[in-house]
């Protein structure tokens, strides 16, 4: 019986919901047959390689955020010589930093809004960019820290006094509606559009019960829809992703524009996540999906 070990939890932001993506998976697995070890990941570093001794056939990572998606954890696994689920070292380092992983995707031609990097205090003195734009962490995920500043809000003070992220993107804010593509490797699966009760598709709308409604598959013309598909799996290529991925896209509908914002190389697997609905509404159950993850677990660079 081949023995995965779960890494959830860890130290990130996101902690909550990877603790919720764990749980889910680790029931899961057992429903698949594996033989599951859940491993709850905290900053002590020893403790973790005491857990994966003896070593597992394969760790399953349900990490989300900083030390789980950024290449950290990937690294020690990598050195460990334990394969592992999703993309390597460089390919989430790389989609972490979304700064670095623009610069990829434009480089490969795919369309980016324009944007700055710049210090928090900036925002203090002016606006970066003429509003609306995105204010979002440089090395966060699911919407953490990210605000949207519009014409006469006067929030900047507000933003920085309460920023404890480092660096930050401001970005063009683009209209429109909001699209997401989950991609297995080689294939991009369908489009959803994502309609949030909130203001923006944030933190809550994304984790809470009722945060937000998914249309599968998305309500656009098939050409959009293609072209998403076409642009998630580029950018899944361009960063050198392997296992899944999940591309979040704007599709401004009155002018036709199709924006990427960014690839997430350690798509959600809780109950209201993304990838598991599309995987689901193409006829794989959510056992399936983690076990078809395991089962191209390797060691990556």
Not at 135 to 147: A, D, I, L, W
Not at 230 to 257: E, F, K, N, S, V
Request: negative net charge; proline residues 6%; charged residues 20%.
């Amino acid at each position: 019986m081949t023995r995965v070990a779960v890494l959830h939890g860890g130290m990130s932001a996101e902690r909550e919901v990877s603790l919720r993506s764990g749980r889910q998976v680790i029931e899961a697995l057992r429903e698949a047959g594996y033989d599951v070890t859940p491993i709850d990941v905290t900053f002590d570093v020893q403790a973790l390689i005491a857990d994966l001794t003896p070593a597992p056939d394969v760790v399953f990572n349900a990490l989300h955020g900083r030390f789980g998606e950024d290449g950290t954890i990937q690294g020690i696994l990598d050195y460990l010589g334990i394969p592992y689920t999703h993309s390597g070292v460089r390919a989430s380092a790389l989609a972490m930093d979304k700064a670095a992983a623009k610069a990829v995707f434009a480089h490969a031609g795919l369309p980016v809004a324009p944007h700055r990097i710049i210090d928090i205090a900036e925002l203090a003195d002016h606006d970066p960019l003429p509003p609306p734009y995105v204010v979002k962490p440089v090395n966060e995920g699911s919407s953490v820290g990210v605000s949207i500043v519009r014409p006469g809000d006067n929030r900047n003070a507000e933003i920085v006094a309460a920023w404890n992220f480092g660096p930050a993107m401001v970005e063009q804010y683009i209209p429109g509606r909001e699209l997401t593509v989950g991609v297995l490797e080689d294939h991009a699966l369908i489009v959803t559009e994502i309609l949030s009760g909130e203001a923006f598709y944030d933190y809550h709308a994304k984790y809470a019960q009722g945060g937000s409604r998914h249309v599968v598959p998305a309500e656009i013309p098939s050409d959009i829809a293609r072209r998403a598909m076409d642009i998630a799996l580029a950018a899944h290529q361009a960063l050198g992703c392997r296992g899944a991925t999940r591309a979040d896209l704007r599709y401004d509908d009155a002018t036709g524009r199709l924006v990427l914002l960014e690839v997430n190389t350690q798509p959600g697997m809780t109950p209201t996540s993304l990838l598991p609905e599309q995987a689901g509404h193409l006829g794989m159950s959510f056992s399936a999906l983690c076990a078809w993850m395991v089962e191209r677990a390797a060691c990556r660079v």
